[in-house]
């Protein structure tokens, strides 16, 4: 499951661009996380903050 | 807000704004939706544009310009540096914009051309019926509202999703993504009327790093850099922070933003029944230079005339739009979007040895034209053995 760290993310976008899903979107300045995500893990390496992480369904 | 209007436009930055004047000066009926507060921030952008490509669209205005550019410098992975001038010594070749308020003059002339304009309204799907878009279900502080239009303009950004609830994969490629991040800095010592790029795989792999110039003692100072170089520990924010240290110590950073910007192809197909796509929600950025205020405003407003026309015939099906993306495709930014694909594919896969070689061999330069095509044709013309390596772009270099 994807984690948004939304005391880093500056909402910029650049994670939903490259989501094969189309599980995430912008809205205005937080992030939401649909039930598409299959936690591939893509957007974490896109975010120029490191503000995703995808994490175990237990730890969440 | 009326329910149905002739032109809806998902988006305030230069796609949509010029979009909304250009469709609302020839007579439409046109109606822009934006979700953010305000238009143009925050600034996802380092601000940089011709100033022939900027007369386009625009008079310039003191107002919204920060600064203007006689020049750029490319500085190689040995620190080598290269400088481009124009022929015409003193002349200026660009400018560094204010967004903020550079976004907002297009939004006003949208406006006193006739548009309707909505702040802090998210389009939240499209209305489909017989699979034609016919205009979007909005979201307004806590309400939903459907507005029909006979033709959606998509100018939603490299966030984009309209398209993607209409049916057409958006997806960027993580190695095409310019994974980016930007300060604008203040008390430093720059060149004020220089934009300064900074090559090689330890600064900014498979990207670059960039000084833009916002006046005295300031300037955007940005990084983008591939998505798959990108993880934890090496992220844009990573390279910025390490370079920022090194080069601009006693600087104070003002403002601080991230951001992505595609490096990729443009979508196969800029449109469907009912909907045209236009700026960087069409993928349309320059590829190598990250370039998309001008790319924008050019689809913007093809988009618009050809909106224009297809509402006069009555048809506004996926083929009777064509003739937009046909028409951008066949334009000098669409040919510029190609060749600089491949320079840039070229480009990213030169070692930092090759980058320096490269560089050493030109120095200096006096473009007649300040362009990326000269830049390169001079390149070329100094180092014919390139061409062995790029194959497909030497027809556009002829
Ligand atoms: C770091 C960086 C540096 C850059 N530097 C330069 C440069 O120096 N020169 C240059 O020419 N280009 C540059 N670019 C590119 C340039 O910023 C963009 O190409 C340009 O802003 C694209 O304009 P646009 O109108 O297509 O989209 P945008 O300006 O992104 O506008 C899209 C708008 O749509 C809105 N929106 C999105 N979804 C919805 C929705 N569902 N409902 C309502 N509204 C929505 C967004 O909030 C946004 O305001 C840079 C980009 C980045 C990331
Ligand atoms: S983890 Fe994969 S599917 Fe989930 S939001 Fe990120 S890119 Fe999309
Ligand atoms: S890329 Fe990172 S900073 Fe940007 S919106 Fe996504 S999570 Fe937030």
Request: with cysteine.
């Amino acid at each position: 499951m994807l984690k948004v760290h939304r005391n880093i993310c500056g909402y910029c976008g650049c994670c939903v661009s490259v989501c094969p899903e189309g599980a995430l979107e912008l809205m205005d300045a937080y992030l939401e996380v649909s039930s598409a995500c299959t936690g591939c893990g893509i957007c974490t390496r896109a975010c120029p903050l490191g503000a995703l992480e995808v994490q175990d369904e237990g730890k969440v | 807000m009326k329910e149905r209007y002739d032109v809806l436009i998902i988006g305030s930055g230069p796609g949509g704004a010029i979009a909304a004047r250009t469709a609302a000066n020839a007579g439409l009926s046109v109606c822009i939706v934006e979700k953010r507060p305000a238009v143009g921030t925050p600034v996802r952008c380092a601000e940089g544009i011709g100033m022939d490509a900027l007369a386009e669209f625009i008079e310039p205005d003191p107002a919204w310009i920060s600064a203007e550019m006689a020049g750029a410098e490319i500085i190689a992975p040995d620190g080598t540096s290269m400088r481009l001038s124009s022929q015409m010594a003193g002349s200026k070749v660009g400018y560094i914009l204010e967004r903020k308020l550079f976004d907002r003059e297009l939004v006003k002339q949208a406006v006193a051309a006739g548009a309707d304009v909505f702040m802090k309204t998210r389009a939240a799907a499209p209305i489909l019926e017989d699979g034609y878009v016919c205009g979007a279900k909005l979201e307004h502080n806590g309400t939903v509202a459907d507005v029909r239009a006979a033709v959606t303009i998509a100018a939603d950004g490299v966030e984009s999703k309209f398209s993607r609830w209409c049916g057409i994969d958006t997806t960027v490629p993580l190695r095409e993504i310019m994974s980016s991040a930007q300060y604008l800095m203040t008390n430093i010592n720059i060149e004020p009327n220089i934009t300064v790029f900074y090559l090689g795989n330890t600064v900014a792999p498979e990207g670059y790093l960039w000084v833009f110039p916002k006046g005295d003692r300031m300037a955007n100072v940005g990084i983008g850099i591939s998505g798959r170089k990108s993880g934890d520990g090496h992220r844009a924010i990573d390279y910025l922070d390490t370079f920022v240290k090194a080069h601009f110590p006693e600087g104070k950073i003002i403002e601080s933003i991230v951001a992505g910007v595609s490096v990729c192809r443009p979508l196969e197909s800029t449109v469907a029944d009912g909907l045209i796509i236009v700026g960087d929600a069409a993928r349309v950025v320059d590829p190598l230079t990250g370039g998309g205020i001008y790319n924008a405003m050019f689809t913007g407003k093809l988009a618009a005339e050809t909106a224009v026309k297809c509402l006069k015939s009555g048809d506004v099906s996926k083929k009777a739009l064509m003739e937009y993306d046909q028409a951008w495709r066949a334009s000098k930014m669409g040919k510029t979007i190609e060749r600089n694909y491949k320079v840039k594919e070229y480009l990213i896969r030169q070692p930092d040895e090759k980058l320096n070689s490269l560089i050493r061999s030109v120095k200096e330069i006096d473009l007649a034209e300040m362009s990326t095509f000269n830049l390169i044709r001079e390149l070329v013309r100094r180092n014919p053995r390139i061409l062995l390596d790029f194959g497909a772009i030497k027809e556009f270099l002829a």
